[in-house]
Nanobody
Framework: QLRLVESGGALVQLGGSLRLSCAAS????????VGWYRQVPGKEREGVSC???????YYLDSVKGRFTISRDIDQNTVYLQMNSLRPEETAVYYC???????WGQGTQVTISS
């Protein structure tokens, strides 16, 4: 069974940067579409970005040009580099293999103004 573990969440100031990591065990992420979602309490999860081996990565319009998703096959890890962070992007960020229904436990990202 695939297991996903996110890390890298933290408290940063407006305009700061973070790199989130999604490390997998029990399966090879290179074979899957892998995505990042975020959720604010009381709201639905929102798709932020996803990556596959056959198409251009997807980005939510509001993060285009600031976020970059990447994959390290040797480390079996997917990353989300987030720059120029905004307070409204404060949320729990989740890694997922959406078509298989696998989710990580989430990592908290807080941006202060």
């Amino acid at each position: 069974q695939l297991r996903l573990v996110e890390s890298g969440g933290a408290l940063v100031q407006l305009g700061g940067s973070l790199r989130l990591s999604c490390a997998a065990s029990g399966g090879n992420l290179a074979y899957y579409v892998v995505g990042w979602y975020r959720q604010v309490p009381g709201k639905e999860r929102e798709g932020v970005s996803c990556i596959s081996d056959s198409s251009t990565p997807y980005y939510l319009d509001s993060v285009k040009g600031r976020f970059t998703i990447s994959r390290d096959i040797d480390q079996n890890t997917v990353y989300l580099q987030m720059n120029s962070l905004r307070p409204e992007e404060t949320a729990v960020y989740y890694c997922t293999v959406p078509y298989m229904g696998y989710w990580g436990q989430g990592t908290q990202v807080t941006i202060s103004s």
